[in-house]
């Protein structure tokens, strides 16, 4: 069955440094996404991607934040200078053409951890 | 923005009872998801409802798209083990491209 998964597991990184979090999502979806999870509370969206832009995002995604498909298959997550509050499981999702209305795979997520 | 609540926010109950969960929105859904999140991994999907009033299963699973488009339920037959974990509600949110979610109920079997 067709999943979508993400690279690193965990990522431990420093306050003030680059991290780009990656996803694969499933090859025939059309709508990417990325949410957040700080432990112990509910998924926050943070933006999402249709051909080759951003379509939506959340007040969360500032300019720290970027995305980006740079071939065929990979759907990165940047975050230029991350902070402690940056903390959190980076879920990446995809969809079909229906947009939000198709179901919305989600990857297993990337633990954050900034210290 | 839209907000949603869960209750009840965690739960203890015996292997082989039945669990009953709700959800609520401060405003009208067109549509309800109903996930369940594994520890260490990502939500998976359980139930989707698309219209007021449906009622829709999935093996031990049932969920109800509530009349008022502002809530929905979801029930869990004899529950087993492996049911354990948080369950999200889920629906449009302010932006068009993604899903709001509530923030959950902790579900834990005793066997």
């Known amino acids: 069955e067709p999943e979508v998964t993400q690279t690193p597991s965990h990522q431990v990184t420093q306050m003030g440094q680059e991290v780009i979090l990656r996803c694969v999502p499933i090859?025939?979806?059309?709508?990417f996404y990325w949410y957040r999870q700080i432990l112990g509370q509910k998924v926050e969206f943070l933006v999402s991607?249709?051909?080759?832009?951003?379509?939506?995002k959340s007040e969360i995604f500032d300019d720290q934040f970027s995305v980006e498909r740079p071939d065929g298959s990979n759907f990165t997550l940047k975050i230029r200078s991350t902070k402690l509050e940056d903390s959190a499981m980076y879920f990446c999702?995809?969809?079909?053409?229906?947009?939000?209305?198709?179901?919305?795979?989600f990857g297993p997520g990337t633990r954050l951890t900034v210290l | 923005g839209q907000q949603l609540n869960q209750s009840p926010q965690s739960m203890f109950i015996q292997e082989g009872e039945d669990v009953s969960m709700n959800c609520t929105s401060s405003s009208i859904f067109n549509t309800w998801l109903w996930y369940k999140q594994d520890p260490g991994e990502g939500p998976v999907l359980l139930i989707a409802?698309?219209?007021?009033?449906e009622l829709t299963s999935n093996g031990r699973l049932t969920a109800q798209f509530g009349i008022t488009r502002k809530d929905s339920f979801l029930n869990i037959s004899a529950s087993i083990p492996s049911d354990v974990g948080i369950y999200f509600c889920a629906g449009p949110g302010n932006y068009g491209q993604n899903f709001v979610f509530g923030p959950g109920t902790r579900l834990s079997v005793l066997p």
């Open positions: 999702a995809s969809s079909g053409d229906r947009g939000y209305f198709d179901e919305q795979f």
């Open positions: 090859s025939n979806h059309l709508y």
């Open positions: 991607f249709y051909n080759n832009e951003i379509s939506e």
């Open positions: 409802l698309y219209k007021a009033g």
